[in-house]
């Protein structure tokens, strides 16, 4: 074991899971949840409060009268499902300081997600599979680099190098040069943290699992979708040409037609979901 991941493993030196996260995972995975009563615990942290207000006042929704309140945004917004997914994606975030971090950008790190966690939530129909949920899939993708988080509030000068170097170097992969530099790559970081923190399976195990095309574990596809998704958000905000292989689309059982219809919607959907990412990356 790397001594960085020792540091990782010793219990006092990671945070526990946020005590208003761990009610909103229970209170969302109960079919008779009470809307008035998740609003309540999301309202009791005032800085995820007015980011899911500000989300939901966003033009990607084009609302026509403003949003004041947690339940207006579940019930005329967002839904019950995506107000949760995003209210436990800020409150884990909410322990780490990346500010230290040289080169860290937050915003990238949120447009990424977001990205993310939309095209694993209109990709996941189409695989046709009743145990890969659109909402579920959501989640997992907005936490799926969460160990990009701990491993820069953790080590900030050490990731700050690595981010460097990966963006000097063209033929790098970021991975490679964390696990040389410091013994975990941050896809290790998050599993760790996940576990910790006893997040439902698949995120733990999309977490750990995603940037491996050749995974073939445990919820191996529904790990591949969301690994395809974070390649396919990573495309766009970098303005490349996005080259996905039909026998990757195969293997997934996604029809190329329907496929195609996704990037494209949310490739129209790209500019609103930077504008989101920039209210959660307020710190």
Same mark, same amino acid.
């Given at each position: ?58 033009? #990607? ?9 947690? *339940? ?36 990238? #790190? ?27 899939? #959501? ?75 050749? #995974? *073939? ?51 129209? *959907? ?14």
């Amino acid at each position: 074991m790397s001594d960085t991941l020792r540091t990782l493993c010793d219990i006092p030196h990671l945070p526990p899971l946020p005590v208003i996260a761990q009610q909103i995972l229970e209170q969302a995975t109960d079919k008779d949840v009470d809307i008035r009563r998740l609003s309540k615990t999301i309202e009791q942290d005032p800085g995820v409060m007015a980011r899911i207000i500000g989300l939901s006042n966003a033009a #990607y929704f084009g609302q026509p009268k403003p949003i004041y309140t947690v *339940q207006d945004a579940i019930v005329r917004v967002l839904g019950l499902k995506t107000v949760s997914s995003l209210a436990i994606g800020i409150l884990l975030s909410s322990p780490f300081d990346v500010s230290k971090c040289g080169g860290f950008d937050l915003q990238r #790190y949120w447009h990424v997600a977001l990205l993310s966690a939309a095209v694993g939530r209109s990709l996941a129909p189409l695989l046709k599979d009743e145990s890969i949920e659109p909402d579920s899939s #959501y989640l997992c993708g907005l936490l799926h680099n969460i160990g990009m988080l701990v491993l820069t509030s953790c080590f900030p000068s050490e990731m700050g190098s690595a981010i460097r170097a990966d963006h000097e170097d063209e033929s790098s992969h970021l991975i490679e040069i964390e696990e040389r530099e410091l013994g975990i790559d941050h896809h290790c970081a998050g599993a760790v943290i996940a576990r910790k923190w006893h997040l439902p399976l698949d995120v733990s195990v999309v977490i750990e699992n995603h940037h491996d095309k050749d #995974y *073939q574990g445990e919820l191996a596809r529904k790990v591949k979708m969301i690994g395809l998704a974070s390649r396919i958000a990573n495309t766009m905000i970098a303005g490349d040409e996005l080259q996905v292989e039909t026998d990757e689309l195969g293997s997934l059982g996604i029809d190329s037609a329907a496929f195609e219809q996704v990037i494209e919607r949310i490739t129209e *959907q790209n500019e609103d979901i930077a504008s989101m990412s920039r209210i959660l990356a307020i710190e």
